[in-house]
């Protein structure tokens, strides 16, 4: 029930990001486990499953491996990477560890998950900050390559999103984008990145990879949610986190929810 109120409020746009905010803000400061960085539904594929990773990463092998789908699809060797929506911060450490760039950047509205990253990944190159994914706080043309994976279903505005990501990438630099999104508006969502006058490289729907990291993640999830989560609040983190027969998982099997990464670039 809380959740379902949440999602509610939610659609309602000028109440949007500060819910989303506020959630976020909560989950940082109630829930320090220096275990839990990533909060992505994750990948799986046949060639995902030969990453080598560190043992210290393994636990987190489901959430990283779509960060090296949507972040890998370009060489980010000595690049300067943005990441927006960088929430607590696995995501960008993974990136400067394992992918090469000079420098990478995480940016979230929530101050709280910033304090977090900041304090749990300590990474030469890798640096955190507040900032809103609607008015990024960069000069334009700083970044190579800027990357979101799963956080702009919480924004109230894409179009401003995918235009202050045009105005921040240097002429050729790309957009590494992965999101979930409702079957229904798919061309909208299209429409929409194009308009701001990103060129779409790649497409690709990863529905079914993202349905079946789900699934071989379940029982960690679950058990994750019990040791950290008050027994009144698990319902929503299960349908927040999309555990087996949670409404997310059950939309995203169904249909009514699907699940794609994109590669743009800024080629004027």
Not at 107 to 126: C, I, K, N, Q, Y
Request: glycine residues 8%.
């Amino acid at each position: 029930m809380i959740g379902d109120l949440f999602i509610a409020l939610c659609r309602v746009p000028l109440l949007k990001k500060k819910l989303w905010r506020a959630w976020y803000n909560y989950l940082a400061r109630a829930i320090r486990a220096p275990d839990w960085c990533f909060m992505n539904y994750g990948f799986a594929d046949r060639e995902s499953s030969y990453l080598q990773l560190e043992p210290g990463d393994e636990q987190d092998r489901y959430c990283i491996q779509l960060y090296r789908h949507v972040a890998g699809a370009v060489d980010l060797t000595r690049r300067n990477v943005l990441e927006v929506g960088s929430g607590r911060g696995g995501g960008a450490s993974f990136v400067k560890r394992y992918l090469n760039p000079a420098r990478v950047t995480g940016v979230d509205l929530s101050e709280s998950a910033v304090d977090f990253s900041m304090s749990r990944h300590r990474v030469e190159g890798l640096h955190f900050r507040v900032g809103d994914a609607e008015h990024l706080p960069f000069d334009n043309e700083s970044f190579d390559v800027v990357i979101n994976v799963e956080s702009s279903h919480c924004y109230p505005r894409l179009s401003s999103f995918f235009f202050e990501v045009r105005r921040v990438l240097k002429l050729g630099g790309h957009f590494l984008y992965a999101d979930l999104h409702d079957a229904k508006t798919l061309d909208e969502w299209r429409a929409c990145l194009r308009g701001s006058g990103l060129a779409i490289l790649a497409e690709t729907n990863i529905t079914s990879n993202v349905v079946t990291a789900l699934d071989r993640d379940n029982q960690r999830k679950v058990t994750l949610i019990q040791r950290l989560v008050p027994s009144l609040l698990r319902p929503s983190f299960q349908n927040f986190a999309g555990v087996r027969g949670s409404q997310i998982h059950e939309a995203f099997q169904s249909g009514p929810l699907e699940y794609l990464s994109f590669v743009a670039q800024k080629q004027i």
